[in-house]
């Protein structure tokens, strides 16, 4: 064991027996007993520790198993309202032309076709009239002519045309006899009198994509069932013979769960299709009667566990043995300590210990004498820069840092001055010990007395000078040249490129090149270097005798332009280039890991703040929606309206906060879609202003609107660009002071981009915060000092809809002074319509 352990600065601190002898059988007696409730208490701290983590990763894997579930039923529903809006819209106009002068069949196909396009798992969208029978366009020759008067669904719009849109099924597709979802709508005749339903078919296989993207674990599944728990489909699906009777079974906790909390929950069980062990979270589909249930296997997120456990019962059993060697060792460890303590005292050699602001916290007798110093005078009161020359003090200034960063330094030279003046040379390599947070706790030293070896290096480097380009050696190759053939080498070129003595009196260099334009290329940089009159110095891949390849790094001079020879001197670098390989290596895994830190800081910032502002409305929602429920403001009281109004205003609040974070999802996934089409970009510049007057007028906000001449019309996605427009616009008049004004100026960029500019003169932004204005999930206010609202995505979302676009957005700001941001888009949206296609 080290000399500075410190449980052997321990066992030193024991009483000693008269004349220095070795501690007595009690004392020895107490020392087993205190390892052997060490041992004890190892055991049970690792076990509480197992027992935590285990919990620990369960909890972890409940939270993201509901996570999961959330995210996967907000899919499904937006799919069914997408749905259920193109089936209300075939509804709409089918009854428009009842209501008029008829059905006109030639028309009917395209607009269940246009309807049923916008939604890819819709099969088919029926329309029928009030006895079931289908009602055909032209050509008839599609139309299946089907009769539904005897499906529930038909039977109960029939007598309850009021109800909603929503979905039926499962029912077997008379078709195909696939298994199918059916969303329904009734119609009406203008004078209310019911006029048929318009039905969208969606088979289940074609759902499959919302329960095929979660990366569960090798055992995970996702499943949709019915409100009386009949499985759709399952991920991954069930096989085998029983594979129809394992999906009817649904285990006795899940229904527990359901009656208990029937819109969303967490369970733990055995699921009963494939008996495997899981956490499982469900949630019911808004006001569609189906569950989204996610699961995920014990077996596969407490694997980490297990090994955990592995690896602890052998550090258990690994300490347990180290503690009965160290038993055995306690009495020679006690003598041997205070005999290592007086080698460390009086070695040859320095020793100190210094804290992280340099100061001695310790230091052996050698280098007190060498400082000619006391121990009191020194510990905690000097450093060792009070020792240094001027220079040294440089020298060990820039150095510490690297101590602090490396944890090491090596080989640093410096004169120490003592007390009387007198100068030594000290070779000092010093270790940093640091906490388990990564700081200095502090650094051991070792300082050798090279006085003597640097009066001779000094000599060696004179006499070097002296012999110059002869000097031989086994470490840099030497060699004379004349004419590009080798006249003489040292002992390193045999070394370096495995050739024999022998072999190389008049071989030519090309014989030491990977490649004939390498030998050019070197031999002309080596001349122009000579006529300048300079030293040739170059790294480069060479070839040894068995052809692999070697890194050299040369130095080449001119001997006198007498003798036409030169001198090279070829250093074998291969080490240090695979070397420095390795650190850039390990540089970019370090630079991939703080990427992955700051994204999880920002994943936490985002939820932080989505809880903040989701809270917000919902609590309006809730506090009004409680006051009307309770009866005590009356319908014809002046306060109903009101609360009526701040309920729907809080409302579309948080619609607006879920659809950017929906949106921001899309784009980033590419799956945003653009519907160009030609605009009035005055008029659109007006529109944005008009949604904004109340947010200006609260703040007393004056936004102006300027379009310059050809820029009045322009292809582009209206709903984007004012979506786009509104945040920019929104964050222009919320960091406006209060008075102030806004500028949005449309201009022309070049014949294929227009750009629109938002100025406003509010708070600004500082141009070291410029840099992460864009960075999803990023405020430049948060926590404590968080001074406005949001999620942290609107302009990150702005950027990403522009780029998808093919445009881009620019900023200026002064701070204190405002803000200036031009968004740039292309005048022709053209080909860029549909989906859009982000690149990183």
């Known amino acids: 064991m080290a000399p500075d352990s410190p449980l052997i600065d321990t066992l030193a601190e024991l009483p000693m027996g008269a004349g220095g002898h070795a501690p007595t059988e009690r004392t020895r007696r107490q020392v087993l007993f205190g390892l052997l409730l060490l041992n004890l208490l190892m055991a049970a701290v690792c076990a509480a520790l197992l027992l935590s983590s285990r919990r620990s990763e369960i909890a972890d894997a409940k939270a993201q198993t509901l996570n999961d579930v959330r995210l996967t039923e907000q899919v499904a529903s937006a799919l069914f309202d997408k749905a259920a809006i193109a089936l209300g819209a075939v509804g709409v106009q089918v009854e428009r032309q009842l209501g008029g002068s008829g059905l006109d069949a030639w028309i009917l196909w395209s607009i269940v076709d246009a309807q049923a396009a916008q939604v890819p798992e819709i099969q088919r969208i029926g329309v029928f009239d009030a006895r079931g029978a289908q009602l055909c366009g032209v050509p008839a020759e599609r139309c299946q002519r089907l009769d539904i008067a005897d499906r529930d669904y038909f039977q109960r719009l029939r007598d309850h045309p009021d109800d909603p849109i929503k979905l039926y099924g499962p029912y077997d597709i008379r078709t195909d006899g696939r298994p199918a979802l059916v969303l329904a709508r009734s119609m009406r005749m203008p004078d209310g009198r019911f006029a048929g339903v318009v039905i969208a078919v969606m088979p289940v296989e074609r759902l499959r994509a919302l329960v095929s993207t979660l990366r569960l674990g090798s055992s995970g599944s996702v499943s949709l069932r019915t409100a009386d728990l009949a499985l759709l489909l399952r991920q991954p699906e069930l096989t085998g013979p029983d594979a129809a009777a394992a999906g009817r079974k649904v285990s006795d906790q899940l229904r527990a769960a359901i009656a208990a ?195 001779a290096r000094t000599q060696l480097r004179a006499l070097a000078l002296q012999q110059g380009v002869m000097l031989d050696n086994d470490l840099i190759g030497i060699v004379r040249l004349k004419n590009r053939r080798i006249l003489w080498k040292n002992q390193a070129m045999d070394r370096i490129f495995g050739y024999a003595n022998g072999d190389w009196n008049g071989m030519p260099s090309r014989d030491l090149y990977l490649d004939d334009e390498s030998h050019r290329r070197a031999g002309a940089e080596l001349l122009a270097a000579l006529e300048q009159g300079q030293v040739y110095r170059c790294q480069l891949p060479m070839r040894r005798k068995d052809g692999s390849p070697v890194w050299i790094d040369a130095s080449g001079a001119s001997l006198g332009p007498d003798t036409g020879e030169v001198m090279m001197l070829l250093a074998d670098i291969t080490a240090l280039k695979a070397a420095e390989a390795e650190r850039l290596r390990a540089a970019s895994l370090e630079a991939q890991n703080f990427q992955l830190r700051e994204t999880n800081r920002l994943k936490s910032e985002l939820v932080a703040n989505m809880s903040h502002e989701l809270r917000t409305p919902l609590n309006a929602i809730l506090g009004f929606g409680q006051m009307l429920e309770s009866g005590s403001v009356k319908p014809d009281s002046p306060k109903f309206a009101g609360y009526i109004s701040r309920i729907v205003s809080s409302g579309k609040h948080l619609l607006s906060l879920i659809d950017q974070v929906l949106d921001y999802a899309k784009v980033e996934s590419g799956k945003m879609n653009f519907d160009p089409e030609p605009i009035s970009v005055p008029h659109t510049l007006h529109e944005v202003v008009e949604m904004l007057q109340a947010d200006s007028a609260s703040r007393q906000v004056a936004v102006r609107v300027d379009v310059d001449d050809g820029v009045e019309s322009v292809i582009t996605d209206p709903l984007r660009l004012k979506q786009m427009l509104l945040a920019l616009v929104g964050n222009a008049i919320k960091f406006s002071h209060e008075g102030g004004s806004v500028d949005l100026r449309a201009s022309v960029v070049d014949d294929a981009f227009w750009q629109v500019d938002i100025a406003d003169r509010g708070i600004g932004i500082e141009e070291a915060n410029i840099a992460r204005l864009f960075s999803p999930f990023v405020q430049l206010s948060s926590g404590s000092t968080k001074t406005h609202g949001g999620t942290g995505i609107g302009l990150s979302l702005v950027r990403l809809i522009a780029q998808a676009q093919g445009g881009r957005i620019e900023v200026r700001s002064q701070f204190g002074a405002g803000s200036t941001f031009s968004l740039i888009l292309p005048r022709d949206l053209g080909e860029r319509g549909g989906q859009s296609a982000l690149v990183d």
């Open 261 to 455: 909390e029937p819109g969303e929950g967490v369970y733990r069980a055995v699921t009963a299709s494939d008996g495997v062990d899981r956490v499982a979270a469900y949630r019911r589909l808004g006001k569609h009667a189906l569950y989204v249930i996610v699961g995920r296997a014990t077996g596969d997120f407490l694997t980490g566990w297990r090994l955990q456990v592995a690896w602890t019962t052998g550090f258990l059993l690994i300490f347990a043995v180290v503690s009965w060697q160290l038993a055995r060792a306690t009495s020679s460890n006690l003598r041997e300590h205070a005999q290592a303590l007086r080698l460390y005292d009086e070695a040859p050699c320095g020793y100190h210990t210094l804290d992280p602001s340099g100061t001695y916290l310790s230091i052996n007798a050698t280098e007190l004498a060498w400082l000619g110093c006391s121990r009191e005078e020194v510990v905690g009161k000097l450093k060792p820069t009070d020792f240094f020359t001027d220079e040294g003090r440089a020298t060990f200034a820039a150095n510490f840092p690297k101590l602090e960063r490396t944890g090491q330094i090596e080989g640093l030279d410096l004169d120490l001055v003592s007390r009387d003046g007198s100068v030594r040379r000290v070779l000092v390599n010093a270790t940093a010990v640091k906490a388990s947070k990564g700081g200095l706790l502090h650094s051991n030293s070792v300082m050798y007395d090279i006085t003597e070896l640097h009066a």
